[in-house]
């Protein structure tokens, strides 16, 4: 179970810290994108872009939430 656990938390983290640091890095593109796509006000471009960033730092935090509760959860049954 140990190898098992260590080997979802390389994928998870190999996953998810790629994808923070495109998320990160085309936050700008992506609101941008968002103001043309569905007309969103200028005004909001900035939140918009903001509030992406904010989630892709919050992405590897729920993907190591949703990868180590199983775990947790079995050892807490077992004892």
Known sequence: MAHAQSRGLELAVGLA???TLGL???ERACGAAAVRTWR???RRYAA???ALMWLALGLPAHVLTK???PAFFRA???R
């Open 17 to 19: 810290l790629p994808a």
């Open 24 to 26: 990160v890095a085309l």
């Open 40 to 42: 969103i006000h200028r």
């Open 48 to 50: 918009t872009a903001q």
């Open 67 to 69: 990868a180590l509760s």
């Open 76 to 78: 807490r049954r077992l």
